[in-house]
């Protein structure tokens, strides 16, 4: 077995592993702190935490994509000038969230925003400060190394929440796990690889070829937060934060395994693809296809047992306070299919140099988003918002796959057979659950009809 294939292995096992035992810690956690805390406080971090994150990505300039396929990914002048590159970007980013903060809390109407978006948008700094090492183990494929670390740090977060909440039942709770994590991240993280040891550097051809490959990089990631969030930011208007604490529970669900898939994609697809970028388009296309397939197989089966099973997950784990969330996960879990045929090969295109098309696709999903969203809810409620959501991923999916097609990558045929095998899943799962007399996994919306 070659070297790179034992990697790819090993390092997919290892990301799985990871995001599994991060998801358990994740549900754990989420489970015991609705019980400590009201929806309302979910809802207003889910907030904070989306516009933090959108400036995060509104500045990234693929630092760490770049080290990963970089010929000088192992040069420390060139990481050095990258990691500078992120202590300046991490102040920039708190001033930012200070600047933000008014704004944002008069738009909602929640004047707890003055402070929370300031004090949480410290991590920026931490994030800023953290060691380069992640990336550089990330290019080396040791999955193994990374994934250990990460549980650490989700540990300490959500033990700080826990604890926390139990003694005082605000929503500084989540405020701490969050700030004391990204401390430890940037403490322990210059402990990982030995051989690094980050310091200040300017070099201007490092400079000029990170700035060559970051300004796709920004456009892809900023357009990315606006596709991804948009529901998030137009619902939190619209909606209660009860309400919306309630869907983003739904949400969080049905976004497992996308966020699963797509850091397998990052962590293990894009560095073999970057590796073996030179070989002819039909022997780089078949290999993609066979790797891909069975992850695709893989992602029916989840996807078909969070439609035909949502409900069950919902009523089993929450109250009645977010009963409501029982039908929208499976309609969200369904929806999110045409994104995770994509994200299944689209790290392909950055392994290219060419994330121009994804940075398209996300535009293209904004703007769907910007459009109908308001418009369903203002004429059909909720309930019409739901629906929008659910569709809103072909427009990166007709992207990307054109590209792939352009590039002789194509993948069109083998995704009709997994959404066959899709619909072949849910079929017979829904056709169980009726036998055994459990009705819809959508019977929740008979209210709104």
Request: aromatic share 14%; hydrophobic share 55%; proline share 4%.
């Amino acid at each position: 077995m070659s070297s790179i294939k034992q990697k790819a292995i090993s390092g997919t096992i290892w990301t799985l592993i990871g995001y599994g035992g991060a998801q358990v810690l994740r549900l754990g956690s989420n489970i015991i702190l609705t019980r400590l805390l009201v929806p309302e406080l979910f809802g207003l971090m889910a907030l904070v935490n989306t516009f933090i994150q959108g400036l995060n990505l509104f500045s990234d300039i693929g630092v760490r994509p770049s080290i990963i396929r970089s010929p000088r990914g192992d040069d420390p002048i060139f990481i050095n000038t990258a990691w500078t590159l992120t202590v300046i970007r991490g102040f920039i980013l708190w001033f930012a969230c200070c600047v933000i903060a008014w704004p944002v809390a008069h738009f909602y109407g929640k004047y707890q925003f003055l402070w929370l978006l300031p004090i949480v948008g410290l991590t920026t700094i931490m994030s800023g400060f953290a060691s380069t090492a992640l990336a550089t183990l990330n290019r080396k494929m040791d999955i193994e190394k990374i994934t250990k670390y990460q549980f650490i740090i989700q540990s300490i977060s959500i033990s700080v929440m826990i604890v926390w909440a139990y003694f005082q039942r605000s929503i500084w709770a989540l405020i701490a796990g969050t700030l004391i994590s990204s401390f430890i991240n940037m403490v322990m993280s210059h402990r990982l690889e030995p051989k690094i040891s980050n310091r200040f550097a300017w070099d201007q051809e490092s400079l000029k070829e990170l700035i060559s490959f970051g300004r796709w990089i920004f456009v892809a990631t900023a357009m990315a937060f606006l596709a991804d969030q948009a529901d998030t930011l137009m619902l939190g208007k619209f909606l209660s934060l009860e309400m919306l604490g309630v869907y983003i529970i739904a949400f969080t669900f049905s976004d497992l395994p996308r966020k699963a898939f797509r850091q397998v994609s990052q962590q293990i697809m894009m560095p073999i693809i970057a590796q073996q970028i030179d070989l002819p388009r039909e022997i780089l296309r078949a290999k993609i296809l066979k790797a891909r397939w069975l992850i695709l197989v893989a992602l029916a089966v989840i996807v078909s047992l969070l439609f035909c099973g949502g409900d069950f997950i919902i009523l089993t784990l929450y109250d009645k306070r977010y009963k409501e969330a029982a039908w929208m996960l499976p309609l969200l879990s369904l929806g999110l299919w045409p994104l995770m045929l994509s994200i299944t090969v689209d790290k392909s295109l950055y392994a290219l140099g060419k994330p121009f098309y994804p940075a398209l696709g996300n535009c293209f999903k904004f703007l769907y988003m910007l459009l109908f969203l308001p418009m369903a809810f203002l004429n059909f409620g909720f309930l019409g918002a739901i629906w929008v959501i659910v569709l809103n991923d072909f427009p990166y999916y007709i992207t990307i796959n054109f590209k792939l097609w352009k590039e002789k990558l194509s993948c069109l045929s083998q995704d009709l057979q997994a959404t066959l095998l899709l619909v072949a899943l849910i079929i017979i799962e829904i056709t169980i659950r009726n036998l055994l007399g459990f009705g819809s996994p959508i019977d929740g919306l008979k209210v709104y009809l």
